[in-house]
């Protein structure tokens, strides 16, 4: 038996020698055109997760399997991708690589980084946002918000602006599927995570203007996602003091999956709010997508969600301190009850994509989306607000207003949309057109409760003499199913002369809802051109007609009568409201530090008509529910895009717009009226510690325009304190990669990367405003309490790669 042990130890032993003896070794050095050294180049073995990066001499060095074929592919953003077959390699090879200029990369629409906008669609790289330190914990919409003409004043939330529009006029696809967002979400509190998860996201495209007609009757941006599809078995499991995550793949070449798991709980976020309590959040969300491809006509891809986030909250005070130095105002709080909230949402997309030769396409899909909401909430408070410094009653100023209030909530809706699609490619020379029909079903099923009474020195608001009202009180009780049907044909034409380089992209979209027995005609044109003698510069120009088609909460018309009682009834009578919109743009491209550079600018002008006027209370939007204003948007944005630090992505926006609504005889501004934005994103690394980066991601733009609940902003608004916020991160790859480009053939050798990061939201602990409370005395007069955001905190994170 000892005999038998000991044979049984050798022969292992010699097994694993034999292993390791079996691997290649490839090193060299890859260079560029001028004979310079590229670096940060990636060394990629095809099929495998097997990488590594060229150090700042270009040199690279990596091991893998002995197989009969090894294919190495090169790549870096400017220059063209190289690829070399190795036919049976065995030992140490040395394989040197030049790598040339990639001259087309700016007309080119399948490259990231620096694609120009052709057919009014921006493509971004998916790892810019991975590094990015934001409360959300590296989302796709944290990084828009840096963007020229997107806004978001609300660290918490995922939501956005863009260009003067309010958060849903803004379309977001997942895999060609159109995806919602929870209706009655009030607060970034509520709203937990995004419905993208960044592990899995392996394109984005994005269009803050002049979009094509493929996508949806929305008025201001498109936002379209595709999930990756993995190489190999890989995975990623991230850990913060916020949460975790975690996304494993697999490939075996006809079936590909990748699933992804998150779990949020920012009860530290939430702490350094001024409402103090038990904060007790949980967000969940798992996703996965999945394709199969039995042979080279068809596949198959599924693509599903599940999202829960609850949130339960027990208010105990709250203390603020507002106004100016020379009028500051103190308001105290003490709260009794609590608050319970649940978001459920369920998506689910199947499609069938049938390549019927190399120039057509079609595609069959059907998806649904499912969500199940309540927002529920008996809180009591007692209230004081002071002449700060004057200590109640005695002192200059003294007491302003003592109350007490009660607000209650039993909001419940469930809603679905079923969508089937039928959508086809076709490629004849140089055109290029899409076309498809789309049904969709939804059904509301909505019960709304919500009132507040409002006791101010001892006397109910309103003070009325025949008993005692409500200050607000609202019912819904509706059951509502419409069906929509559009359809869309467009074609994209790319010529070239011995002048400049062209784009054409022309379309139209019709669209019908029977709830109001509309018929929609949405013409859209893109055209750009790239002199041949000046193919640094391309310049662009669009045109088209866009209708917000209305989704449920937008005719929703609430009427009251003269004791605050409202009832919501559906308005049969809603039309889409529409923007004609015409932008002009230019990119300019050029090479600094021997690094590449891109400018970009844009002028738009909107004119507005049908418009739904609408007021923000946080993330909450109130519609009017009926068609009763009109407008105009107008507005410049600019961005500089560049490498300001080889092999790391930053960016610099700068938007300036304007905005004016004719509501009820009078011109006031868009509720999103921002006059001006600038956005930061910069990226960084130590030369002498490459292993060693810095992120910082800035923010700061005009206040959003409110007013006092229940008024119409033609009565009166003010404006909100600029936004204002700055958030830093520092991280060591602790694993990965070395400066020598050569990777350890050892344990580690399975993981890509090990990083630890810190990082300090609001670096500058600046107080931004999301919302107002109102507080109004015996006298009627109101007083704006500003509801501040998140104060600084730190966040360690600790993400891996295998």
């Not at 949460?243 to 699933?259: D, Y």
């Not at 999945?290 to 198959?300: C, E, G, I, Q, V």
Request: charge should be neutral.
């Amino acid at each position: 038996m000892k005999f038998r042990s000991a044979l049984i130890f050798i022969l292992s032993a010699a097994s694993s020698v034999a292993a390791v003896a079996e691997n290649v070794k490839i090193s060299g050095k890859v260079t560029d055109n001028a004979d310079k050294p590229v670096e940060f180049a990636t060394v990629r073995i095809a099929g495998t997760a097997v990488g590594t990066n060229t150090d700042l001499k270009g040199l690279y060095s990596l091991s893998v399997a002995e197989k009969d074929t090894i294919d190495v592919v090169f790549s870096c953003i400017g220059f063209k991708t190289v690829s070399h077959k190795l036919l049976h390699p065995k030992g140490d090879l040395t394989l040197n690589v030049r790598l040339y200029p990639d001259d087309v990369v700016l007309q080119e629409v399948e490259v990231t980084g620096f694609r120009n906008n052709i057919n009014g669609m921006q493509s971004f790289d998916t790892e810019s946002f991975k590094l990015s330190p934001d409360v959300s914990g590296g989302s796709v919409e944290a990084m828009l918000t840096t963007m020229p003409g997107v806004n978001s004043s609300n660290e918490m939330s995922s939501q956005y602006s863009v260009r003067g529009g309010s958060f849903d006029e803004n379309s977001v696809y997942i895999n060609g599927v159109e995806v919602y967002r929870p209706q009655l979400v009030r607060s970034g509190q509520q709203e937990g995570l995004s419905i993208i998860n960044p592990d899995l996201v392996g394109n984005i495209k994005f269009s803050s203007g002049g979009f094509p007609a493929r996508y949806a009757d929305k008025m201001s941006s498109a936002l379209d996602i595709t999930y990756r599809e993995p190489e190999s078995f890989e995975g990623a499991v991230g850990l913060s003091l916020m949460g975790g995550n975690l996304a494993l793949g697999q490939n075996s070449g006809k079936f590909s999956q990748i699933h992804g798991l998150r779990l949020k709980k920012n009860n530290s976020i939430l702490s350094s709010l001024e409402t103090r309590g038990e904060y007790d959040p949980l967000y969940f969300d798992y996703q996965t997508n999945m394709s199969l491809k039995p042979n080279d006509k068809w596949t198959f891809n599924l693509l599903g969600n599940i999202s829960i986030n609850h949130f339960n909250f027990k208010p105990t005070d709250r203390e603020t301190n507002f106004g100016t130095a020379e009028d500051t105002k103190h308001f105290k709080v003490y709260f009794d009850g609590e608050e319970k909230d649940k978001f459920e949402t369920y998506l689910g997309s199947l499609t069938a994509t049938y390549r019927r030769n190399r120039a057509t396409t079609f595609s069959l899909g059907v998806s649904a989306f499912l969500t199940n909401e309540l927002v529920s909430y008996d809180i009591s408070g007692e209230y004081w607000l002071d002449q700060a410094g004057t200590g109640g009653s005695e002192g200059v100023g003294g007491q302003l207003g003592v109350g007490k209030y009660m607000e209650h909530s039993r909001n419940r809706l469930k809603a679905s949309v079923i969508q089937a699609a039928l959508k086809g490619t076709t490629v004849v020379k140089r055109n290029n057109i899409s076309y498809g029909i789309v049904y969709q079903r939804e059904s509301f099923r909505d019960r709304t409760k919500e009132w507040e009474w409002r006791d101010s020195a001892g006397y109910s608001l309103p003070t009325l003499p025949e008993g005692v009202h409500l200050i607000y009180n609202l019912a819904s009780r509706q059951d509502v199913s419409t069906n929509r049907v559009a359809l869309y044909a467009e074609d994209a034409i790319y010529f070239d002369t011995n002048k400049a380089y062209m784009t054409l992209n022309a379309g139209v979209r019709l669209s019908y809802w029977d709830f109001n027995e509309e018929f929609l005609f949405s013409p859209r044109v893109n055209f750009s051109i790239s002199p041949v003698e000046h193919n640094r510069w391309l310049f662009r120009a669009a045109l088209g007609m866009y209708y917000q088609s209305p989704f449920y909460k937008e005719y929703r018309e609430a009427r009251s009568d003269d004791y605050g009682n409202s009832i919501v009834r559906l308005n049969r009578d809603i039309k889409s409201p529409r923007s004609i919109q015409f932008l002009i743009g230019t990119d300019y491209t050029f090479r600094a530090m021997n690094r590449p550079f891109k400018i970009t600018a844009e002028a738009y002008y909107k004119n507005l008509a049908n418009l739904i006027s609408y007021e923000y209370d946080n993330l909450k939007i109130n519609y009017s529910g009926v068609n009763d204003s009109k407008g105009y948007i107008m507005g410049l944005d600019f961005k500089l895009f560049g490498q300001f630090v080889a092999g790391s992505d930053s960016w610099l926006s700068f938007s300036l717009m304007k905005t004016q609504q004719d509501l009820n005889g009078k011109k006031v501004p868009l509720p999103s009226d921002q006059r001006y934005s600038l956005g930061l994103y910069f990226t960084d690394y130590f030369p002498k510690f490459p292993k060693l980066k810095f992120s910082l991601k800035g923010v700061f733009s005009d206040g959003l325009t409110m007013t006092a609940p229940r008024v119409s902003r033609d009565k009166a608004y003010f404006r909100a304190p600029a936004y204002k916020r700055v958030d830093i991160g520092v991280s060591y790859q602790l694993v990965g990669a070395p400066s020598d480009g050569v990777r350890p053939y050892n344990f580690w050798r399975h993981f890509k990367s090990i990083v630890i990061g810190l990082e300090c939201f609001n670096l500058f602990d600046i107080s931004n405003v999301s919302s107002y409370y109102w507080v109004t005395d015996v006298n009627n007069i109101q007083y704006a309490v500003p509801n501040y955001l998140t104060q600084r905190q730190l966040n360690l994170r600790l993400s891996c790669e295998f």
